[in-house]
């Protein structure tokens, strides 16, 4: 009897989650204490939460945002992440990728417009 009361709260939390126009996901990782400490004081000078700021990597990640992986191949570089020869083959491409932006005078803000508009016209995909 017990266990189905847990299944009804589940299905419920479920359905609450589901009926949001996304569905939430977390993510957690363990550290140091020291190193939490460092981020809360980091974080407390600049204000922002930690969501804030996990957000704002996250988004700089997915956007592929130039500053933001320029850090991240740094850190990889330091720490012998992936290899030498696929990050230069990645600066090679964005090299080529804002060479091209620059050719034919596209801005980031304009790209997005352009898949807007992709979206309107071919909602399927």
Known sequence: MQILNVDRVVLVQLELINNMSEVKKKVQFVDTDIRHAQLRIQLERESLTQAEFFRACLTGMIEN?????????????????????????????????????????????????????????????
């Open 65 to 125: 945002d130039p500053a933001f992986m320029k850090y991240i191949r740094k850190y990889k570089d330091s720490k012998n992440i992936g290899q030498k020869r696929s990050a230069k083959v990645l600066d090679k491409e964005d090299q080529a990728s804002d060479d091209l932006m620059k050719k034919f005078g596209i801005k980031d803000d304009e790209l997005e417009n352009i898949f807007d508009l992709i979206a309107e016209e071919h909602p399927d995909l």
